[in-house]
Nanobody
């Protein structure tokens, strides 16, 4: 089994910054794409940013120029630096990762989600 654990959410004023972290654990052989999604109240979950194992990134238009996604492959961790936060950034932020891991003697590859971390931006 693998687990993704997020941290770094909280309450911040509009214009402020937060840094989210998400660490993967378990019998992991490798991690392909990692990313962040968010879900605001009453809305569908949406893509925020993704990063490949080689470091190529993709960001939603709404966060380009303000958010930065990065990863530390040795630590099996992905980060989301959020700057110039806006009130519409209030949401639960979820980590996502495509992970290759051992389950007993079997090799498995699954898409995994963290439990989510709340980000609240006050205006």
């Amino acid at each position: 089994q693998v687990q993704l654990v997020e941290s770094g959410g909280g309450l911040v004023e509009a214009g402020g910054s937060l840094r989210l972290s998400c660490a993967a654990s378990g019998s992991i052989l490798g991690i392909n794409d990692m990313g962040w999604y968010r879900q605001a109240p009453g809305k569908q979950r949406e893509l925020v940013a993704t990063i490949t194992s080689g470091g190529s990134t993709n960001l939603a238009d709404s966060v380009k120029g303000r958010f930065i996604i990065s990863r530390d492959n040795a630590k099996k961790t992905v980060y989301l630096q959020m700057n110039s936060l806006k009130a519409e950034g209030t949401a639960v932020y979820y980590c996502n990762a495509d992970i290759l891991y051992y389950s007993g003697s079997s090799l498995r590859q699954t898409e995994n989600w963290g439990q989510g971390t709340q980000v609240t931006v006050s205006s």
